[in-house]
């Protein structure tokens, strides 16, 4: 009789550890008061067409702001995210309108100057030992400069259009920009594209010995080295999966817009890194879940739509960012402290 109480007391202190530890549960917690809060003062946010609204606001960022939380983990910052989502679409753009290439030609032809790009960022990281900030920072720039000037030189505008006749944007338009009917209500397929790129990288996060070499690089890169960790590659593999997510959000984009502007995309790599520290991750790296990015972007996306269908003023939006990402830290680094004690 003693024994099964202890035994059942025990089990309940495990679980209650279990949940402690996990990253993204202060995101969660989050995500359930802002549900609740909109819910309740905005009448249009509980409708079909309103949850399809704040769902396909959330999916291209939860896309960027997934792929974003594996680089923090890893220790490393891209400030040339946001921008990477414009320059992959203008390629894919100016190679369908203007150079008369397939659409899924064109698609590939960005997809492999995006993994360039975030290639050259590792390499170069890891090369030159300077901080990811500074080196993305200078990405980030000379992106900029190319989509206005490649841009402005090949159409005289700083916009490329007409995609819509372009060979092959309908096959490829189904796959990236299409919307699947759920009673009723039309809901984009890349709320699906969110949902399976979060899954994925959570599995790959948590399953895999590359997600063990991720936090291992991003706690300490010199311990991980001693060890045998492939530091160089691992971090490298991050960069371009974060220019990856980048080409998934601008093929998305293009497609379903059918016209990109140059300087689309600016300013939005903030929104990733505080949507992964929203979702969990630590900006010293080390610690971070896929899942609480992609919930954090949620968090994003009904907070956002909740103030337009509650009629505020969207200003108070940028309110909610600076308390919501000041809140999350400091709710982060209590859980990293009592995930540490429970370890011990």
Avoid: H
């Avoid at 080295?225 to 999966?241: Q, S």
């Amino acid at each position: 009789m003693t024994t099964t109480t202890l035994d059942e007391r025990v089990g309940r202190t495990r679980l209650a550890d279990r949940l402690v530890v996990r990253p993204e549960l202060g995101a969660l917690l989050g995500a359930v008061v802002v549900f609740a809060f909109f819910s309740i003062t905005a009448d249009q946010f509980l409708t079909g067409d309103g949850v399809a609204t704040w769902l396909d606001d959330a999916s291209t960022l939860g896309i960027m702001a997934v792929a974003v939380s594996l680089l923090m983990i890893g220790g490393e910052f891209d400030l040339s995210a946001g921008v990477m989502t414009a320059s992959t679409a203008l390629v894919t753009a100016i190679l369908a309108t203007q150079a008369g290439w397939n659409v899924w030609l064109a698609l590939l032809a960005s997809l492999v100057f995006a993994l360039g790009v975030g290639a050259f960022n590792g390499w170069l990281v890891m090369r030159t030992g300077l901080p990811s900030f500074i080196v993305t920072l200078g990405t980030f720039l000379a992106l900029q400069g190319l989509n206005l000037g490649v841009t402005r030189l090949v159409t005289g505008t700083v916009q490329v259009s007409g995609m819509r006749a372009a060979d092959g944007y309908a096959s490829s338009g189904f796959v990236f920009a299409s919307t699947v009917e759920i009673g009723g209500t039309k809901f984009q397929i890349s709320i699906l594209w969110w949902i399976g790129f979060a899954a994925v990288a959570a599995w790959l996060l948590l399953r895999t010995r590359f997600g063990n070499w991720i936090f291992a690089v991003g706690g300490s890169a010199v311990s991980s080295r001693a060890v045998g960790v492939p530091v160089k590659r691992t971090k490298i593999l991050l960069f371009m999966g974060t220019a990856l997510a980048g080409w998934l959000v601008g093929s998305i984009n293009i497609l379903r817009f059918a016209s990109v502007q140059a300087n689309q995309g600016i300013g939005l790599e903030l929104q990733f890194i505080i949507a992964a520290v929203v979702g969990g991750c630590l900006l010293t790296g080390g610690f971070g879940s896929a899942i609480g990015a992609a919930i954090g972007a949620l968090i994003f996306g009904m907070a956002r739509q909740g103030i337009v269908f509650a009629r505020w003023d969207s200003d108070w939006f940028m309110l909610f960012l600076g308390v919501m990402l000041l809140a999350a830290v400091l709710v982060n680094n209590t859980f990293r402290r009592r995930a540490e004690r429970v370890r011990r």
